[in-house]
């Protein structure tokens, strides 16, 4: 599908390169024209300007003050919002938790008064909310827009408030390999649609949302503190994400909060991971007796895993996302990763490789046999990339599994992105139809991924999900998925319940167990706690069979926290994989009923607070959307800039206000000025600044003119409708000729080869560049743009 830009570009002035761009556009969104064209549902830069009595950012500070107690963590989370402008604005930020977040509370604190929130079906949330924001009162609107992302409204703040707003959640550990792992997201990375806004759902819009530029600072400043309540002695503790400090209390109890200076780290998830004495994991019962329901919550350790003798031949479809969003250090971690798994490939093994960005690119037609060349091929072939463009995710997808299949061979599909698109659930009906063709392992690369996309994807492929954040860690996580994927740890697993009246229980069925990790059962119980669970499988070593005597554990007020983890583990199940097809009212009333029964906020449930006082009487307001940072290692290339580190430029920006009640696009171009273009070359070989320039003599229309007459428009792009332009550096020598052709970024990879191509068919067609009356090496920058007539 096309994206169209607007006609408007900045102006490049680049004293170091001479930079063809014919028709370059770097708007990373189309901005609403007096016509009243329609904009793509894209993020978008944000730059200051206009009304400065409007543009102050709204949001202070966010903070996180973690609990965990055994296996279960309560966040609550505090966001304070400051009007500094001289007219009363509403703030929207979108924000990101944990994918498995019971989120049980809100409150909004005006000075000393506290607004406790109410959970309401999401319509009538919505319509109480813009009542009191048209009637001038201070109301706040929490909505989940996916389980992993949320979104705060916090109207009628006026100048000079200080508003706070709480909300809480809880979620449940659930260690592997006997470490426990308690990760907090800190910002939502840019998600990449082909959809536009107006053709949006409700639950899609806040992807059109505003970030800075690479490398800067959040606007607000980040802070988090966590104790641990382990219940036995804790081995160690680890962050390192974070510089914290750790405190032990006590060998089971231990503190740690953010050290100084560290107030601009929210741009990044907090990953902290601790180990118990012995490698040991809290397993057995834990039992709540509610005023009218019960609840239990059984976690059973599975056996260790074996050593296969015989490991039968895999084969392997590496999936890699090599899209804008992958650029830089996401992509650097993701070649890491796939060297490290090409170079361990077993000899009977075969493996095949697509890169997708906009497009899709297939090492080979046929999945090749692993040996010393073809491991080569594959290793160059994504090497060669630098990141760039859409993220076509499903398109990639329904190509892989078009792909034959090598007889007699496992077949798995290893998936490597940032999972920075907003076609999660579509992904998810895609791999569940498709579980008898093969496995499905996603890899999410980078500081802060989308875990509900790679989580999504493992759960409705029957795999488990993988997270690197750096690089340190690719070779440790290419290990752990391959003894993953050797042989399962239990199979054939079967529940049964003697003495112990049961009902709800989820899941109502038991995957194979693949890591050494426990079986989870949630559920709720009537009459006397009493009998036995009897938990039956195969395990390497043969029979499986491990029993809880219900009468040895003793239901704890601590534990009501299972309430809300009960009934979010059946909305996880009802709703956040549920495919597409299936979709019934009857889901939405299932789950309605049950974020209303237990307070959670859910895709149909959301929290609302209102004040009772009119506090802006003329009801006139600015809306303002929160810039979010862009996440630690991720380019300007993900919103559709330039990254710093391709062209030491940012791109253009577009910020949205609402006055009165009516909406405003206001679109601002960026005056690049003549920042010259940095390159780390040897000034006595490459000439970056010379008197005269490089001359193209083989056409006597220009370089441009050249190029067009002997563009061939690659076949795949042309059945896709894919229009783009790769962004091509290249030397040019004392003698005319073209060295050290390579790609600095490109809208889409099936482009590229075309463009290198067309720069090497220049060669000896340049008169060189001219430098103290001497003809002299000289670095050229090229954009070679493909458009459909």
């Not at 505003?210 to 081995?235: R, W």
């Not at 167990?513 to 009459?527: C, H, Q, S, T």
């Not at 030491?648 to 206001?666: C, D, F, L």
């Amino acid at each position: 599908m096309k994206t169209k830009t607007t006609n408007r570009f900045p102006r490049l002035a680049l004293a170091s390169m001479i930079l063809f761009l014919p028709l370059l556009l770097f708007q990373p969104i189309k901005a609403q024209t007096a016509s009243g064209e329609d904009k793509t549902l894209s993020p978008y830069f944000i730059i200051p300007g206009g009304n400065p009595a409007d543009d102050r950012i709204p949001l202070l500070s966010t903070s996180a003050d973690v609990n965990i107690a055994g296996v279960i963590a309560n966040v609550n989370i505090t966001q304070v919002y400051k009007n500094e402008g001289e007219n009363p604005i509403e703030a929207i930020y979108v924000f990101p938790a944990s994918t498995r977040a019971a989120v049980y509370s809100m409150r909004m604190h005006i000075g000393e008064r506290v607004i406790e929130a109410k959970i309401e079906e999401r319509k009538k949330a919505r319509e109480a909310y813009e009542e009191a924001r048209r009637n001038g009162q201070t109301a706040s609107l929490l909505e989940q827009q996916r389980p992993n992302v949320f979104t705060m409204n916090v109207a009628n703040i006026m100048p000079g408030d200080e508003i706070r707003v709480e909300m809480s959640y809880t979620e449940l550990l659930i260690p592997e390999g006997g470490i426990y792992e308690f990760a907090y997201p800190s910002v939502v990375g840019p998600r990449y649609s082909n959809n536009t806004e107006d053709l949006a759902s409700n639950h899609d819009k806040w992807v059109r949302n505003p970030y800075t530029s690479e490398g800067e600072a959040p606007l607000y400043s980040f802070d988090i503190k966590a104790t641990i309540s382990a219940g036995l002695p804790i081995q160690e503790i680890s962050c390192n994400t974070h510089n914290m400090d750790i405190q032990y209390k006590d060998p089971a109890f231990a503190k740690l909060k953010l050290k100084e200076g560290q107030a601009a780290s929210g741009n990044r998830d907090v990953i902290i991971r601790y180990r118990l004495a012995g490698g040991k994991i809290a397993s057995g019962l834990l039992l709540f007796e509610g005023k009218d329901e019960n609840f239990f919550l059984a976690m059973i350790q599975p056996p260790a895993k074996p050593k296969p003798e015989q490991i039968p031949p895999r084969e392997y479809v590496f999936i890699v996302d090599v899209s804008g969003s992958m650029y830089g250090y996401p992509l650097d971690i993701s070649k890491n990763l796939m060297r490290n798994l090409l170079l361990n490939l077993k000899s009977t093994d075969r493996f095949n490789i697509l890169l997708f960005a906009g497009g899709s690119s297939l090492l080979a037609k046929q999945s090749l046999r692993v040996n010393e060349e073809n491991i080569r091929k594959g290793i160059d072939f994504i090497d060669s990339r630098q990141g760039g463009g859409g993220t076509e995710l499903l398109p990639a997808l329904k190509r892989a599994l078009a792909l034959e299949g090598t007889e007699d061979y496992a077949r798995s599909f290893v998936i490597v992105t940032d999972g920075y698109v907003s076609v999660e659930k579509e992904a998810f009906d895609l791999i569940r139809t498709s579980l008898g063709k093969a496995s499905f392992f996603p890899f999410g690369i980078g500081t802060s991924v989308n875990r509900y996309l790679i989580e999504g994807m493992a759960h409705a492929g029957m795999g488990t999900p993988f997270v690197i954040t750096s690089e340190e860690y690719a070779s440790a996580i290419a290990d752990k998925f391959r003894n993953y994927i050797e042989s399962p740890v239990l199979t054939n697993i079967k529940i049964k319940y003697e003495g112990f009246e049961v009902y709800d229980v989820e899941p109502s069925a038991m995957a194979d167990v693949f890591a050494e990790r426990p079986l989870i059962i949630f559920g709720k119980w009537k009459a006397k706690a009493a009998g036995s669970i009897l938990i039956t499988g195969t395990s390497g070593s043969g029979q499986y069979i491990k029993t809880l005597q219900v009468g040895e554990y003793t239901a704890d007020e601590r534990n009501a926290a299972l309430t809300y983890l009960w009934a979010r583990e059946k909305i996880r199940i009802l709703d956040d994989y549920a495919s597409l097809n299936t979709y019934t009212a009857s889901i939405e009333e299932e789950v309605t009923a049950l974020g209303m029964k237990y307070s959670l906020l859910t895709s149909y449930t959301s929290f609302v607070a209102i004040d009772n006082l009119v506090r802006n009487a003329d009801g006139s307001f600015t809306t303002v959307s929160q810039p979010l940072p862009l996440p630690q290692g991720v380019s300007n290339y993900a919103v559709g800039g330039i990254s710093r580190n391709g062209m030491n430029q940012s791109s253009p920006a577009y910020k949205h206000s609402y006055k009165g009640g009516a909406k405003s696009i206001h679109c601002e171009e960026i005056d690049l000025g003549a920042s010259p273009l940095a390159e780390d070359i040897d000034e006595g070989l490459i000439f970056t600044v010379v008197e005269k320039m490089a001359e193209f003599t083989g056409d006597k229309d220009g370089v441009e003119a050249f190029i067009k007459k002997n563009l061939i428009y690659p076949t795949q792009a042309m059945l896709n409708n894919i229009e783009g332009i790769v962004y091509v550096k290249f030397v040019i020598d004392t003698d005319g000729s073209v060295s050290e052709v390579q790609i600095l970024s490109s809208t889409d990879i099936v482009f590229e080869q075309e463009a290198i191509r067309l720069i090497k068919l220049t060669s000896k067609h340049w008169k060189p560049a001219i430098n103290s009356g001497k003809k002299v090496k000289s670095g050229m920058l090229l954009a070679v743009e493909f458009k459909l007539r």
